[in-house]
T-cell receptor, first 114, second 109 residues
Framework: EPEVTQTPSHQVTQMGQEVILRCVPISNHLYFYWYRQILGQKVEFLVSFYNNEISEKSEIFDDQFSVERPDGSNFTLKIRSTKLEDSAMYFC????????????FGDGTRLSIL | RKEVEQDPGPFNVPEGATVAFNCTYSNSASQSFFWYRQDCRKEPKLLMSVYSSGNEDGRFTAQLNRASQYISLLIRDSKLSDSATYLCVVNQRGNMLTFGGGTRLMVKP
């Protein structure tokens, strides 16, 4: 069964540094997403991406964050000048169409900011 | 009112038991509804979509009541492997999924 893959599985970064999280969505999917889950809390939406542009973003997704699809397969989340509170699991997801189709999640990147 | 609200549990049940989880959502214009399961420190995995007429997948039955803005999940004949956190997930607008905090289930031998 095709799956969403994410790298790295764990990233440790010093506060203030930039970090890039990578995702390869399922190949025939058209919509891509990033979510985060702070330890012990619920999963929160960050951003959705379609046709090479952001379609929606949450209040969490401020100027510190950016997303990009640099080639035909990768989908990246960049966090500039990381803060301690950015420590969380970051999940990438994709689906073939829009809202009525379930999203399929990658196994996440655990980001630890020191 | 929280956007998607669930009883956090835990629900401790013996193997073979039937257990039910409930969820309420705040946005009456919500279009799509799902149950996901999440094992400890893992990704959410789709369990089933929830349709207005109710739907069943093996031991799992999901119901939606749009008038009450209420979703349920019934698990029959619980297995040890059903132990997980069950996430009620609603598409309230656009493509953005809103997650409940999850209900933790522990199935004991």
């Amino acid at each position: 069964e095709p799956e969403v893959t994410q790298t790295p599985s764990h990233q440790v970064t010093q506060m203030g540094q930039e970090v890039i999280l990578r995702c390869v969505p399922i190949s025939n999917h058209l919509y891509f997403y990033w979510y985060r889950q702070i330890l012990g809390q619920k999963v929160e939406f960050l951003v959705s991406f379609y046709n090479n542009e952001i379609s929606e973003k949450s209040e969490i997704f401020d100027d510190q964050f950016s997303v990009e699809r640099p080639d035909g397969s990768n989908f990246t989340l960049k966090i500039r000048s990381t803060k301690l509170e950015d420590s969380a699991m970051y999940f990438c997801a994709s689906n073939i169409a829009s809202s009525n189709q379930p999203q399929h999640f990658g196994d996440g990147t655990r980001l630890s900011i020191l | 009112r929280k956007e998607v609200e669930q009883d956090p549990g835990p629900f401790n049940v013996p193997e073979g038991a039937t257990v039910a989880f409930n969820c309420t959502y705040s946005n009456s214009a919500s279009q799509s509804f799902f149950w996901y399961r999440q094992d400890c420190r893992k990704e959410p995995k789709l369990l089933m979509s929830v349709y207005s007429s109710g739907n069943e997948d093996g031991r799992f039955t999901a119901q939606l009541n749009r008038a009450s803005q209420y979703i349920s999940l019934l698990i029959r004949d619980s297995k040890l492997s059903d132990s997980a956190t069950y996430l009620c997930v609603v598409n309230q607008r656009g493509n953005m999924l809103t997650f409940g905090g999850g209900t933790r289930l522990m199935v004991k031998p």
